[in-house]
């Protein structure tokens, strides 16, 4: 599987190892060759579960953040069928930040509403890297309304650094709209699950993340701020942002332990952040 140009400095083990093996491979192979390759894929797979098996606070982050790391548009075509998109909020436009449509899981007919922070860099530009505005919430509430008098479940994809912080989206009610959205997830009359995939960060996530059963990926993370926010405020400098990510304690099992979550779903120990999913992995919380 091929990696992306960005490489993380946790993963140097790792890249240490496969430059090793792909040295061996260019060239012809004897027994002796033949043998130190497959002890070498043996020691990748030892190294790979032992990086990702130990992030710190602050590695989990950046996993989180990885561009090759799936996004929504990954695991709608990975993971539902018959996926249906619909645009706009009837009000003032189509916010692309976030996804909206009918698909379906298995045998089920659902929604689908997810934060969505592009692949290309043209693509991060037009959605804002995730962010949304407030046209992005009341798209979203209005299909989950739609879902709501069909009697379709909604599952949530949770993936933004927070919602938009510009004047325009201020003007035009960012907060009042994340509010009436969590006020209408929580009200809603069919099932709402909700599974933070990547970044889960501040009022942005909590906007679709009110949920009967609310889950995050094992290497995501889920807080009220980002770490380089919490340590501008409490140290008054970015360079903190180690120390804020382990004061905030929003890692997977951490979520877990406090109670802020139901479920944390493993993902594979190596490789997790690269957009060629092993498998399908259905978004459904015991």
Known sequence: MSR?????????????????ISALEAAP??????????????ELVEVQKRVFGTLDPWQTVEVSRHPDRPKTSDYLGLVFDE????????????????????AKLDRHRVLVVGHQKGKTLAERQACHFGCA???GYRKAMGKMRLA??????????????????????????????IAESMFLMATLPVPVVCVVIGEGGSGGAL??????RVAVLEHAYYSVISPEGCAGILWKGAEHKADAARALRMRSQDLKDLGVVDA???????????SELQSRQYLVCR
């Open 29 to 42: 192979l004897g027994a002796q060759q033949q043998e130190e390759l497959r002890r070498l894929k043996r």
């Open 133 to 135: 505005h407030p046209e």
């Open 148 to 177: 709501a008098k069909y009697g379709l479940p909604v599952i949530a994809l949770i993936d933004t650094p927070g919602a938009y912080p510009g004047v325009g989206a201020e003007e035009r009610g960012q907060a009042q709209v």
């Open 83 to 102: 996926f249906v998109e619909l645009h706009g909020d009837r009000a003032f436009g189509d916010d692309p930040a976030m996804l909206t449509g009918f």
């Open 4 to 20: 992306g140009l960005h490489r993380l400095p946790l993963e140097k083990p790792i890249y240490e190892i496969e430059d090793r």
């Open 207 to 212: 906007g679709i993340g009110v949920g009967d």
């Open 264 to 274: 944390v779903i493993e993902e594979p120990r190596s490789e997790e952040h690269t």
